[in-house]
């Protein structure tokens, strides 16, 4: 089974931090993916990757940055944190498009 | 703009009936289209996809695609309490998926 794991189920930050959130797939996934959810708005991506060192912009990527210096994992980077952030993260990888495994998510709560 | 739009719901069917969920798109360029599902508190996972104009069948679900009417479906024969979820469509556009609210659904014992 496809196994992605994302490093924290829930945290708490205050506004202006700088917030780190870790994302590692175990089936060598070339794609991988960060959304954000909130309620009635559905999923927003905020950046993806399709290779190591590679990031491209999604629909949402205005606050946030990304690494991917390894094949397996894909950091999301909020540089400054604020409110409107507050959401569920969620990190996804796929072998082919569209088939999109979803790690846990991490509920980001910024005070 | 892209869009896709679901009824929000929720949508309320009897164990043992047939849910029919429904999905319209904006983007006539989608190709390819699929079906999540997502329980409270959980994530989304992959259900079903479609390609062509017609019907696809993977057990107790169908997905039912009409590209000239921009719209998809997804039926749940001999609905289950465990089928209760929010079930998302999303079309594959120009190089992403692009995602539909959910649609909640409840099935009644």
């Known amino acids: 089974d496809v196994k992605v794991t994302q490093s924290s189920r829930y945290l708490v930050k205050r506004t202006g931090e700088k917030v780190f959130l870790e994302c590692v797939q175990d089936m060598d996934h070339e794609n991988m993916f960060w959304y954000r959810q909130d309620p009635g708005l559905g999923l927003r991506l905020i950046y993806f990757s399709y290779d190591v060192k590679m990031k491209e912009k999604g629909d949402i990527p205005e606050g946030y940055s990304v690494s991917r210096e390894k094949k397996e994992r894909f950091s999301l980077i909020l540089e400054s944190a604020s409110t409107n952030q507050t959401s569920m993260y969620l990190c996804?990888?796929?072998?082919?498009?569209?088939?999109?495994?979803f790690g846990e998510g991490s509920r980001l709560t910024v005070l | 703009q892209k869009e896709v739009e679901q009824n929000s719901g929720p949508l309320s069917v009897p164990e043992g009936a047939i849910a029919s969920l429904n999905c319209t798109y904006s983007?006539?360029?989608?190709?390819?289209f699929f079906w999540y599902r997502q329980y409270s508190g959980k994530s989304p996972e992959l259900i079903m996809f479609i390609y062509s104009n017609g019907d696809k069948e993977d057990g107790r679900f169908t997905a039912q695609l009409n590209k000239a009417s921009q719209y998809v479906s997804l039926l749940i024969r001999d609905s289950q309490p465990s089928d209760s979820a929010t079930y998302l469509c999303a079309p594959f556009g120009s190089y992403q998926l692009i995602w539909g609210a959910g649609t909640k659904l409840i099935i009644k014992p």
């Open positions: 996804a990888s796929s072998l082919k498009f569209g088939e999109l495994f």
């Open positions: 983007d006539r360029g989608s190709q390819s």
